[in-house]
């Protein structure tokens, strides 16, 4: 557990709380009915529910922390670097418009440049993933490990694409190499998740590209502080806002990112 007196609790709290707030409004809208738009693209959705989410949270936590500035998905940026807050208010908006469960709310605390606190909370069914840079990673109380597998045939991967893909099927050369290797991938939809269920051992590896930096700051301090492994497909290490991201359980790693580049 993190304690009390961690410079990094009270914000913490906040965020665990403002995850709270998101799920109680993704809720009321779901039950309500909500008016939606498109952004880039005839699928790429924005609903009431993704809007009033990053209002409330952006509202709450520079309320208790006026010094941080904000990242926001749906444009409430706000201040600036030093300590700044990076939150996707909504992950997983399709699947949510069209209520399949799966879909949740990602909270990044950035200090200097390095992600110090995150948070995903899955607001269907309630489930909060936290970890803080140094503490671990945990789901309610509990420490989260990743999967100890070793072969990568037989894992449990999964991968998501940009909403541009049919312009830029990248991804696609990735996801046929690894099925042609008769490896197991999902698609779920929502990369905050699919990060945070490698990081509790539900998955053991996922990829993806074109992320921005809402969908995966927490995700990431998650898989490392449960253990894994996070880069590029070169195999360095990860950076917010790089084209690819490859998380795991660290195990399998190379053998991961050799197979997608059509190395093995
Ligand atoms: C999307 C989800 C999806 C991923 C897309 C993201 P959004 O975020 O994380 O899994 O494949 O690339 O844009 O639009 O639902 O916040
Ligand atoms: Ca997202
Ligand atoms: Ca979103």
Redesign the pocket.
Known sequence: MIGRKHPFFPHLEAMLEAAHLARGIHAYYLERGFTQGT?SGPT???TQA?REAEEAIKDLLLSRFPEAGFLG?EGGSAGGKALRFIV?P???????AHGFPF?GVSLALEVGGAVQVGVVMDTARGEAFYAVRGEGAYLGGRPLRVTERGELLGSLLA?????DVAKDPENLTYFSRALRKGLLVR????????LAYVAAGRLDGFW?V???P??VAAGWLLVEEAGGKVTDLEGQPYRLGHRYILASNGRIHEALRRTLLGQD
């Open positions: 952004k790429d959705l924005v993704d998905e996707d909504l992950d997983g908006t399709v699947n949510y879909y991968t998501g694409f940009p909403y698609r779920p939809g929502a990369a905050a998740l699919d993806e074109k992320l921005n809402w969908d």
